[in-house]
Nanobody
Framework: QVQLVESGGGLVQAGGSLRLSCAAS????????MGWFRQAPGKEREFVAA????????TYADSVKGRFTISRDNAKKTVYLQMNSLKTEDTAVYHC???????????????WGQGTQVTVSS
């Protein structure tokens, strides 16, 4: 069992940066691939980024590639999402998730956090 709690969201102007954190509880955090997803009002939840258990493989949605960076610290049981050059279309609730494989498929993730709101103003 893994419990996930996101933090670091907020209001930022376009072009700015935010760093999201996702703190995990449970002894098996280091065995899970971790992902970030987001959901804007009226839209389906979509994949943002994922990282494998060791941190040496990452994958990103095309819309954030080159702007966002996912990383993890297994000793701290935390995964991060560094978001730079933010755009208004990045506004959404951001959720972290834990799963068995580093994929973009939302169904592959077993555990989810409640989310943190990111709002990018123009």
């Amino acid at each position: 069992q893994v419990q996930l709690v996101e933090s670091g969201g907020g209001l930022v102007q376009a072009g700015g940066s935010l760093r999201l954190s996702c703190a995990a509880s449970g002894r098996t955090f280091s065995s899970y691939a971790m992902g970030w997803f987001r959901q804007a009002p009226g839209k389906e939840r979509e994949f943002v980024a994922a990282i494998n258990w060791s941190g040496d493989y990452t994958t990103y949605a095309d819309s954030v590639k080159g702007r966002f960076t996912i990383s993890r610290d297994n000793a701290k049981k935390t995964v991060y999402l560094q978001m730079n050059s933010l755009k208004t279309e990045d506004t959404a609730v951001y959720h972290c998730a834990a799963g068995g494989t580093t994929v973009q498929d939302i169904g592959a993730y077993d555990y989810w956090g409640q989310g943190t709101q990111v709002t990018v103003s123009s």
